[in-house]
């Protein structure tokens, strides 16, 4: 059956039981949100701790760029109390909740990025720390709308992950002031916000969604060989081959980095390994 078939014959069932589901969530005395990214979850889950219960709609291993929700998954989004957004910028949401708006008048859409001074048309936002606090300034004050009795558990979460966040963030300087080379050649274009943050040069492999043209990757290879770049950062989500290519052609390693990781702090700290072992 087609896709779209599909999707459309789900959002009619995703919201037929929302006033029965409604009352369950209530009775179990969490709030049922949902995300679209499993870093979102993250956060939602250090902050809501005991009070949440959240449905990631892309899950461990799939690209963000690229993926299409799956039923039961919609059908989890339609149970849910609200939708915390990535963002407007980001154009993969803005279809999907453009879809589902139009067949749910009650589910509540929070934009998690507000407040956040954009960087172009980058919808990352949640790989800088920066954005990530404003980020969890808006879950908490979400939060406490929804369930003011528990504002000390939601500030004392919250205030423990901007702890661990700034501890994060010092641990990256320190490295990233050793580095002689501040180059950062990724494959996908999503650390800028993360670059800014410490000076970094992020020089992405790909262009607008798209593997780079020969003619591409020869200009990349010869600004990375000028550059003197020994590490290329690839995600995961993504195919490695022209990432590989240059690396060979420049005698550089592969070091593999998560930009949807399920853990943020953990994630920190291993890309901030790899910096220090990048020989950049």
Same mark, same amino acid.
């Given at each position: 059956m087609n896709r779209k078939i599909i999707f459309l014959l789900v959002l009619g069932l995703i919201f037929s039981g929302c006033k029965k589901e409604e009352k369950i969530a209530t009775n179990n005395n969490k709030l049922k949100v949902s995300v679209t990214l499993l870093p979102y979850a993250d956060f939602v889950n250090r902050i809501g701790g005991k009070f949440v219960e959240v449905n990631t709609l892309v899950p461990p291993g799939a690209s963000h760029e690229s993926y299409e929700p799956e039923p039961l998954k919609l059908i989890e989004l339609g149970k849910s109390d609200a939708y915390l957004l990535t963002g407007s910028i980001w154009e993969f949401e803005n279809t999907l909740t453009g879809k589902i708006r139009s067949g749910n008048e009650k589910l509540t859409f929070i934009d998690l990025s507000k407040g956040i001074k954009l960087n172009g048309n980058n919808p990352h936002v949640w790989l800088g720390i920066k954005e990530v606090k404003i980020i969890s300034e808006n879950i908490y004050d979400y939060l406490i709308s929804k369930m003011p009795e528990e504002k000390e558990y939601f500030l004392s979460n919250k205030n423990k992950f901007i702890a661990q966040l700034?501890?994060?963030?010092?641990?990256?300087?320190?490295?990233?002031?050793?580095?002689?080379?501040?180059?950062?050649?990724?494959?996908?274009?999503?650390?800028?916000?993360?670059?800014?943050?410490?000076?970094? =040069? @992020? !020089?992405?492999?790909?262009?607008?969604?798209?593997? %780079?043209?020969?003619? /591409?990757?020869? $200009?990349?290879?010869?600004?990375?060989?000028?550059?003197?770049?020994?590490?290329?950062?690839?995600?995961?989500?993504?195919?490695?081959?022209?990432?590989?290519?240059?690396? =060979? @052609? !420049?005698?550089?390693?592969?070091?593999?980095?998560? %930009?949807?990781?399920? /853990?943020?702090? $953990?994630?920190l700290y291993d890309i901030a390994e790899k910096l220090k072992r990048s020989g950049n």
């Amino acid at each position: 059956m087609n896709r779209k078939i599909i999707f459309l014959l789900v959002l009619g069932l995703i919201f037929s039981g929302c006033k029965k589901e409604e009352k369950i969530a209530t009775n179990n005395n969490k709030l049922k949100v949902s995300v679209t990214l499993l870093p979102y979850a993250d956060f939602v889950n250090r902050i809501g701790g005991k009070f949440v219960e959240v449905n990631t709609l892309v899950p461990p291993g799939a690209s963000h760029e690229s993926y299409e929700p799956e039923p039961l998954k919609l059908i989890e989004l339609g149970k849910s109390d609200a939708y915390l957004l990535t963002g407007s910028i980001w154009e993969f949401e803005n279809t999907l909740t453009g879809k589902i708006r139009s067949g749910n008048e009650k589910l509540t859409f929070i934009d998690l990025s507000k407040g956040i001074k954009l960087n172009g048309n980058n919808p990352h936002v949640w790989l800088g720390i920066k954005e990530v606090k404003i980020i969890s300034e808006n879950i908490y004050d979400y939060l406490i709308s929804k369930m003011p009795e528990e504002k000390e558990y939601f500030l004392s979460n919250k205030n423990k992950f901007i702890a661990q966040l700034d501890s994060a963030d010092n641990y990256i300087k320190d490295i990233v002031e050793q580095m002689d080379n501040k180059a950062m050649l990724v494959y996908h274009p999503a650390w800028g916000y993360f670059a800014d943050e410490y000076g970094l =040069d @992020e !020089i992405a492999i790909e262009k607008n969604g798209n593997h %780079p043209k020969a003619s /591409d990757l020869a $200009k990349l290879i010869d600004k990375a060989k000028a550059l003197k770049i020994k590490t290329i950062f690839m995600e995961k989500q993504f195919d490695s081959s022209p990432a590989k290519t240059i690396a =060979d @052609e !420049i005698g550089a390693k592969i070091e593999l980095i998560d %930009p949807v990781p399920p /853990d943020f702090i $953990k994630n920190l700290y291993d890309i901030a390994e790899k910096l220090k072992r990048s020989g950049n």
